[in-house]
């Protein structure tokens, strides 16, 4: 059974602080994925990586870094948290290029005040 | 712009009913077809592909229109544990296996 681990379920943050999400998965997935979802705008990806030390961007990565160091872990960085980072973040891993079937982490709930 | 639209509902059915969702996409190179569910403050999850031939899955019928560029999903014989989102997703065929999701069906099965 696939697992894709979170670090934290919630978050809360101040503007202007450096904040880290975590992402864990053990299957041995080459791709893994960041998203962000907001009511009314639906699953938006931030960032992807294909493979370790491997990123692309996504459809909204301005504020957004990120860092593959290991192939299990998908680290999201942002660099100077602000309010309308206030959002619900997801982790999505999937096998290969051939194989889009994406599996989902719990999600992390961040609040930047 | 690669779009993927669905009514966001919500739809209200009784236990046992049957309900149809339909989605349509913009990006007419796109060669992957999904329906994940969500629940309501959880991840979402794959709840079935669609081919083109259409597929069964249970209670579960999705069927996919290239021409028209819609997919769908019926489920038959309402559950009130079906009560979910239901995001429609489509690959987004950039170069690289993303996937472009819709932003929901929100379906409620009452007693």
């Known amino acids: 059974d696939v697992k894709v681990t979170q670090s934290s379920r919630y978050l809360v943050k101040r503007t202007g602080e450096k904040v880290f999400l975590e992402c864990v998965q053990d299957m041995d997935h080459e791709n893994m994925f960041w998203y962000r979802q907001d009511p009314g705008l639906g699953l938006r990806l931030i960032y992807f990586s294909y493979d370790v030390k491997m990123k692309e961007k996504g459809d909204i990565p301005e504020g957004y870094s990120v860092s593959r160091e290991k192939k299990e872990r998908f680290s999201l960085i942002l660099e100077s948290a602000s309010t309308n980072q206030t959002s619900m973040y997801l982790c999505a891993s999937s096998l290969s290029g051939s194989e889009e079937t994406q599996y989902f982490g719990p999600g992390t709930r961040l609040l930047v005040l | 712009r690669k779009e993927v639209e669905q009514d966001p509902g919500p739809f209200n059915v009784p236990e046992g009913a049957t309900v149809a969702f339909n989605c349509t996409y913009s990006?007419?190179?796109?060669?992957?077809f999904f329906w994940y569910r969500q629940d309501c403050r959880k991840e979402p999850k794959l709840l079935m592909s669609?081919?083109?031939s259409g597929n069964e899955d249970g209670r579960f019928t999705a069927q996919l229109n290239r021409a028209s560029q819609y997919i769908s999903l019926l489920i038959r014989d309402s559950k009130l544990s079906d009560s979910a989102t239901y995001l429609c997703?489509?690959?987004?065929?950039?170069?690289?296996?993303?996937?472009?999701f819709g932003k929901g069906t929100m379906l409620l099965v009452s007693p």
């Open positions: 997703v489509v690959n987004a065929f950039s170069g690289y296996s993303t996937l472009t």
């Open positions: 669609v081919y083109s």
């Open positions: 990006n007419s190179a796109s060669q992957s």
